[in-house]
């Protein structure tokens, strides 16, 4: 069973960076037609899709967010990461790691997630 | 990109159906046949319910069924039980530079 786990500060300071890890178990980060991806859901508001990254290290953002976002991954570590700069309050949510299945549709379906951590950018 | 229209709550008691609409637009749900759907227990990891409109990913049981027409896309939810108690979203592809549209999700209440 493929397990991701995300992980990183619950609290950031306005004008600073978030950084989140998603540990993937259960399978390889680096299986073919696999992608990676981030998403957000700020609180009453609906699901935000963020950046997606293959094993290869290519790269898929979401134009709003694209200037700052960066999001990279470690296969060693089995481990995919997300940083998020200039952050303000209109940042907070409940931040989700999730496998992209590129094999199985065109859409790139989210198939698995991990269970969302919540960031508050607060002082 | 506007989000997809859900409506806020659907109920109904066990073993009747539900059915759970998602309304877009012609640049989104009209426009391609990749409406996915996610069901979400509060605290744990969203799930694929739906790919492709109207595509079971295996495990998923088959009380679920998906469909689309025109700019909306359903989501039905036959012989309801406790356990489909949950939040449900749509998602959308609308294009290259904007890959994945949402709705607001619908709460499930079983009765």
């Known amino acids: 069973q493929l397990l991701l786990q995300e992980s990183g500060p619950g609290l950031v300071k306005p004008s600073e960076t978030l950084s989140l890890t998603c540990t993937v178990s259960g399978g390889s980060i680096s299986s073919s037609g696999y992608y990676w991806g981030w998403l957000r859901q700020p609180p009453g508001k609906g699901l935000e899709w963020i950046a997606t990254i293959y094993y290869s290290g290519s790269t898929y953002y979401n134009p709003p967010l694209k200037s700052r976002v960066t999001v990279s991954v470690d296969t060693s570590k089995s481990q995919f990461s997300l940083n998020l700069s200039s952050v303000t309050a209109a940042d907070t949510a409940v931040y989700y790691c999730?496998?992209?299945?590129?094999?199985?549709?065109?859409?790139?379906?989210?198939?698995?997630w991990g269970q969302g951590t919540l960031v508050t950018v607060s002082s | 990109q506007s989000a997809l229209t859900q409506p806020r709550s659907v109920s109904g008691s066990p073993g009747q159906s539900v059915t759970i609409s998602c309304t877009g637009s012609?640049?989104?749900?009209?426009?391609?046949?990749?409406v996915s759907w996610y069901q979400h227990h509060p605290g744990k990891a969203p799930k694929l319910m739906i790919y492709d409109v109207s595509n079971r990913p295996s495990g998923v049981p088959d009380r679920f069924s998906g469909s689309k027409s025109g700019n909306t896309a359903s989501l039905t939810i036959s012989g309801l039980q406790a356990e489909d108690e949950a939040d449900y979203y749509c998602?959308?592809?609308?294009?290259?530079?904007?890959?994945?549209?949402f709705g607001l999700g619908t709460k499930v209440t079983v009765l």
């Open positions: 998602c959308s592809y609308a294009g290259t530079y904007t890959p994945y549209v």
């Open positions: 012609s640049s989104d749900v009209g426009g391609y046949n990749y």
């Open positions: 999730a496998r992209v299945d590129a094999y199985r549709s065109s859409s790139w379906p989210f198939d698995y």
